[in-house]
């Protein structure tokens, strides 16, 4: 294998290479004509196709993923061209989208050394912002003469105007032009790692992260979440006369809710046979409460207390439409260490993982 970080690639190369990737695969080439049809701009690629169909771009993408991902998007757009001209001219930007990386690591496991890698972590999103308006590409017109040109910005800190215009040779002359540059939307999440992956007596760690254009609003605060993106540093911390510590934040490539999942579990007639005969008994309540943490002597009012979280309450409804509370059910377990509260939560997360009512209604509603 050829060690990419030292290795020179040209951007055409890349671009080729995952075009290849991209028609290579009936997969891919459906994907996009389903992109065309339904105006979506993103090509989410499994990464383990991509593994299969070109270890070496695969490797590439793990160590030097900025310059993949940009050639990918770069892939997407000529393969959109070809189909679709017009389209491809109405869309300004393509992404190409990687999933399922071979391992996840955990948030309280991040270090320095993943600077610049891409990665997959799992959380639950805790802080979401509204959607603001992320300067991608900044636009400096000359005062003297009109000549334009054209910044991309970089990930942090604000681009500076060029001293001189290249033109006529003016000194600062350039002035930022709003309505020629490019804006996308952008939002800010903070996902926390999952309370079964919480060391006993520890707070719970996160980080932030960044979601771009159409990114945004894809997940919500609760979602149990796989992020994939690049962990970068937040230089505009940066400053004269301070320790040269910086934080760092994941610019996010894909976000999955794992919510999904559970909406596909399939109820079996048996199992549905089984699930009607024990609503039918007179002491299912009993059984449903002993059935929580079995393991665990004792604590029957929280173990009662988490059944009825795990069943979630009833939406308020008013005569005129308007909904109240989504029924969810939230409790708060206050008690010295030692006194099993994480072996619960544990439990909870492992008959129904995720934001837990929301998930388990879900699963019964019917399709
Ligand atoms: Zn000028």
């Known amino acids: 294998m050829t060690t990419p970080e030292t ?43 991509l593994l299969i169909s070109n270890k070496d771009l695969a490797d590439m993408l793990l160590e030097r993923p900025q310059l993949v991902i940009q050639a990918g998007s770069e892939a997407v757009r000529q393969a959109i061209t070809e189909r679709d001209p017009e389209l491809a001219k109405s869309v300004r930007n393509f992404y190409m989208r990687f999933r399922r990386l071979p ?7 991040l270090r320095s050394e993943v ?38 910005q970089p990930t942090t800190g604000f681009v500076q105007p060029p001293k001189r215009c290249p ?29 079964e992956e919480l060391p006993p007596g520890q707070l719970p760690r996160s980080i932030e992260a960044i979601l ?23 230089l505009a911390d940066l400053k004269k006369g301070k320790p040269p510590v910086v934080s760092s934040f994941m610019e996010v490539n894909y976000v999955e809710s794992q919510q999904r999942e559970l909406v596909e579990i399939e109820i079996t007639p048996e199992d549905e ?23 665990i002597y004792g604590m029957e009012d929280i173990k009662e207390a988490i059944a009825c979280l795990l069943f979630g309450g009833v939406p308020k409804v008013y005569p005129d439409g308007i909904r109240v509370r989504g029924g969810d059910i939230h409790i708060l377990l206050v008690g010295d260490p030692g006194m099993a509260k994480t072996q619960l939560l544990r439990f909870v997360t492992k008959i129904a993982p995720g934001p837990y009512t929301p998930r388990v209604r879900a699963a019964q509603q019917p399709a």
């Open 7 to 49: 290795a020179e690639v040209s951007l055409d190369s890349l671009i080729q290479g995952l075009r290849g990737f991209i028609e290579s695969s009936d997969k891919y080439v459906d994907e996009i004509n389903n992109m065309i049809i339904q105006r979506k701009r993103s090509l989410v690629v499994d990464f383990h196709d």
């Open 103 to 109: 391992e996840s690591l955990p948030i309280r496991r």
């Open 115 to 152: 600077l610049g890698k891409l990665i997959m972590v799992e959380g639950i999103i805790t802080r979401q912002t509204p959607p603001k308006h992320y300067l991608r590409k900044s636009v400096f017109r000359c005062s003297q003469c009109g000549y334009e040109v054209e910044i991309p």
């Open 167 to 195: 033109k006529c040779g003016a000194l600062n002359s350039m002035v930022f032009v709003e309505e020629r540059s490019e804006f996308i939307d952008w939002q800010k999440i903070i996902v926390q790692e999952k309370p």
């Open 212 to 234: 771009l254009d159409d990114m945004v609003d894809t997940v919500k605060p609760g979602d149990r979440v796989y992020l994939v993106g690049v962990m970068n540093l937040d």
């Open 273 to 295: 046979k089984k699930i009607l005969e024990l609503s039918k008994m007179p002491d299912v309540r009993e059984r449903i409460i002993k059935s929580i943490a079995p393991s």
